[in-house]
């Protein structure tokens, strides 16, 4: 039997095509995932920062002619110099002061441990500026200091008046309050190295001292570094404060040309917030290089640096820019 003229057009249609080959992977296109509401919150982002920008530069009431002008002058310079020394002076009695009164909270003593304890929870409870108002005015109540037996004689006698001097009382005022809270971050940090580290150094027959040191001192430091550079932050912010016991550091001098030029009020507290930014910058940039350093062997890779990863972005986009042109 014949087959009508039709049928073999419809068996035809009805047998499917061949797949098309698949296309090489070099050649495929990898489309990332859309994330609108980043896009959206970038753009929203990248405008608040422009509208900020144009405001400081176009708002005349900055007068960023004057700030040029006394960024660099010589009494400002004078007054970061003694910022600096206040600040590099108590963040290192401080943290000494502080390792000392973790260890003594962590000791087996109970008066060691009452006493480490009502000095964290004294200092960390008056406000620095009355502690620095008190240490200032302490010649009234003490104006000689003695060292001898109790209810006895003395054996040495000294002058407070002239031991008290601005930048002295400046110092031990940011240090005893500054090594209430270190105190914290030390003992926290030791209390993080795991108990079996412990058990370790002492199955092994080491002394205390050397277990300290080479064995829980590195682990606790992961935890100490990151939380103190934020007190230390905090220190070089809390140094504005010891203007108010006559010590002229940068805040001092900025508020006394205030008052002498009052017109260049706004561009002074701009010189100050500069500088006070330059100075936190460059502590946080040295602790996400002792953070790196101590994160050997707790990590399997360390974290890239600024540089490596401005590399590894332009190595990408160049890379991103290949495959476009290939394609």
């Keep these: 039997m014949s087959e009508p003229p039709g049928a073999a057009v419809s068996l035809a249609r009805a047998t499917p095509a061949a797949p098309a080959p698949p296309r090489p992977l070099a050649a495929q296109r990898v489309l990332p995932l859309r994330r609108p509401g980043r896009w959206i919150a970038t753009a929203v982002v990248l405008v608040l920062l422009a509208q900020f920008v144009h405001g ?17 002058r010589p ?22 002061g502080g390792v000392l009164l973790a260890l003594a909270r962590l000791s087996g003593s109970p008066v060691l441990r009452a006493a480490s304890w009502t000095y964290t929870w004294l ?6 500026i009355v502690v620095l108002l008190f240490l200032y ?4 109540l003490y104006q000689t200091l003695s060292l001898g037996v109790p209810f006895g004689p003395a054996f040495f006698t000294f002058d407070e008046s002239r031991l008290a001097t601005d930048l002295a009382v400046a110092v031990v005022g940011l240090s005893l309050n500054e090594a209430a809270y270190a105190s914290e971050v030390v003992r926290g940090g030791i209390l993080s190295v795991d108990q079996g580290q412990h058990e370790a150094a002492a199955a092994l ?6 277990q300290f040191r080479r064995i829980v001192l590195p682990q606790a430091l992961r935890s100490i570094v990151p939380n103190y550079v934020n007190q230390l932050i905090g220190l070089i912010k809390a140094t504005s404060l010891v ?3 006559s010590l002229l550091d940068l805040f001092g001098s900025v508020q006394t040309m205030g008052s002498t030029y009052p017109g260049d009020i706004v561009p002074l507290l701009l010189v100050a917030t500069v500088w ?18 101590f994160a050997r062997g707790a990590t399997r890779t360390l974290p890239p640096t600024p540089l490596q990863r401005l590399r590894a972005g332009l190595g990408g986009l160049r890379d991103r820019a290949r495959r476009e042109t290939a394609v």
Excluded: C, M
Excluded at 57 to 64: D, G, I, L, R, S
Excluded at 77 to 85: M, N
Excluded at 205 to 210: D, N, R, T, Y
Excluded at 276 to 293: D, G, K, N, P
């Design 123 to 128: 200092f960390r409870s008056i406000p620095l």
């Design 205 to 210: 027959g080491l002394p205390k001292g050397h």
């Design 243 to 245: 203007f108010y016991v």
């Design 276 to 293: 006070y930014l330059l100075l936190t910058s460059a502590v946080s940039v040295v602790q996400y290089y002792v953070e790196r350093y």
């Design 56 to 72: 400081l530069a176009t708002n005349p009431f900055y007068q960023w002619d004057r700030f040029q002008y006394w960024f660099l």
């Design 137 to 140: 005015n302490f010649s009234a």
């Design 75 to 96: 009494v400002i310079l004078d007054g970061l110099l003694v910022t600096l020394e206040v600040a590099a002076l108590s963040a290192a009695l401080g943290l000494l």
